[in-house]
């Protein structure tokens, strides 16, 4: 599920989180053979959704969305998250593929924007051991005196 609409026009969203729960409850039902509940689906189409850096998705529906959670089972909230480069986070995660690993979005605690994704095993799997990290997508935004200069 994504935000319909064309190239540079603001979407219609779902009235509030109920209604993106609505949305998402309805979008997921058809979907739960895929070997994932419908809240699970639902949960990733979130964080899909909130961990999107291009600045396609508005504040406001971002706000909806982090609401949406709520409604939704499986979430696990650790306001006391570190991100990958040791900078303080809140993540909110959810176990994936039958609890082998979980997906986590953490989020800058001051503004709610995402800072870091990351998967980390729960148990040893394909060489990965319990709480290893093994994708991560870490942002960092800056203002900077040059182009091309790094923060």
Same mark, same amino acid.
């Given at each position: 599920m994504g935000l319909?609409?064309?190239p540079g026009e603001?979407?219609?969203?779902?009235?509030?989180?109920?209604g993106w729960y609505k949305r998402l409850q309805a979008e997921t039902a058809e979907h739960t053979g895929s070997g994932q509940t419908a809240a699970q689906q639902a949960i990733g189409t979130?964080?899909? /959704?909130?961990?999107?850096s291009t600045g396609a998705v508005p504040?406001?529906?971002?706000?909806a969305l /982090?609401?949406?959670?709520?409604?939704?089972?499986?979430?696990?909230v650790d306001p006391d998250a570190k991100t990958s480069d040791g900078r303080p986070a809140v993540s909110l995660s959810h176990k994936v593929d039958d609890g082998t690993y979980r997906n986590e979005l953490l989020l800058d605690p001051a503004?709610?924007?995402?800072?870091?994704?990351r998967n980390?095993?729960?148990k040893a799997f394909n060489g990965w051991k319990p709480n290893q990290?093994?994708?991560?997508?870490?942002?960092?935004?800056?203002?900077?005196?040059?182009?091309?200069?790094?923060?």
């Open positions: 319909p609409g064309r603001r979407p219609e969203p779902p009235p509030g989180p109920r979130v964080i899909s /959704l909130l961990s999107d504040s406001d529906v971002r706000a /982090l609401r949406t959670l709520g409604y939704l089972p499986g979430v696990i503004t709610a924007r995402v800072v870091d994704w980390v095993a729960i990290v093994f994708t991560s997508a870490l942002q960092t935004e800056a203002v900077v005196s040059t182009l091309g200069r790094r923060p």
